[in-house]
């Protein structure tokens, strides 16, 4: 079980069995179910359900005492001894921009080892690549079967920077709004859209900041290993881990992040 090489290998064949469900479904018609009714608009599609449906179905049949915690079908906790390993699985992060036809979605795939992530794959199969990154070893863009690492950029400043949140209606917690305007006001560029995209492209270097709250933790956990394998720091906004969701900041350069963390309550 520390072979984190061969269980990263096993991620991969998860996401392969994800986009397998996921790719005939994108921009077909499609039937669309609303998780929270009269109460507001929380789409799923039968992509979200079958994707997540075909990864519980690998890792049962391949690892079947590890947890699983998925945004479809809940939890299954883990039934052996010694270290804790749970799947945390999102099988379309951005199902607002799957529905829309938009290809900026991704299935996140995470391995936590007693409660803290240690593998990560956020894939995009409509376009064709795939992010990853286990601890001890690189982040990687793959695309073609080519793998590439990739690391973040320096931006030790808000005033250089390009930041991104999903949607700044999101932020909705007290001082949340006059936060984002502020630092938003202040970076050199700013970005709307993206969900799970936008870590990514700051592991890649072409993001430095991205701020958001409510997420859960199949929203965020894939994330992590491949930013800070790039060498990012990915927190809460009181800078303790992120791996249990909820107020997120994200940066590219630890100084940055260092920085951003003072202008939060």
């Not at 359900?49 to 079908?73: K, M, Q, S, T």
């Amino acid at each position: 079980m520390s072979d984190l090489s061969a269980l990263l290998a096993f991620a991969h064949r998860l996401a392969d069995a994800a986009a397998e469900q996921t790719l005939p479904l994108f921009r077909a018609a499609l039937e669309i179910d609303n998780k929270l009714g009269a109460d507001g608009f929380d789409p799923v599609t039968h992509a979200d359900r079958n994707a997540e449906a075909a990864i519980r179905d690998l890792i049962l049949a391949e690892f079947p005492d590890h947890g699983i915690l998925g945004e479809e079908f809940g939890e299954k906790p883990s039934s052996g001894s010694g270290d804790d390993f749970c799947w945390v699985i999102d099988p379309v992060d951005g199902t607002r921009s799957f529905i829309a036809g938009m290809p900026i979605w991704g299935t996140l795939i995470a391995l936590s080892q007693n409660d803290v992530p240690v593998l990560g794959v956020m894939d995009q199969p409509y376009v064709g690549e795939r992010f990853c990154a286990a601890r001890a070893g690189p982040a990687l863009h793959v695309r073609a079967g080519k793998s590439t690492p990739i690391t973040t950029r320096a931006c030790p400043t808000l005033e250089h920077a390009t930041i991104a949140t999903t949607a700044p209606e999101l932020l909705i917690s007290p001082g949340a709004a006059a936060l984002w305007a502020d630092i938003s006001a202040r970076a050199r560029l700013v970005r709307y859209g993206g969900d799970c995209y936008n870590y990514v492209l700051l592991a890649a270097g072409f993001v430095d900041i991205v701020i958001e709250e409510g997420l859960n933790p199949y929203d965020i956990q894939a994330l992590i290993p491949i930013i800070e394998q790039a060498g990012g720091v990915v927190s809460d906004w009181q800078g303790g881990p992120a791996h249990a969701g909820g107020q997120i900041v994200a940066c590219g350069d630890p100084r940055l992040h260092e920085a951003i963390l003072t202008l939060f309550p």
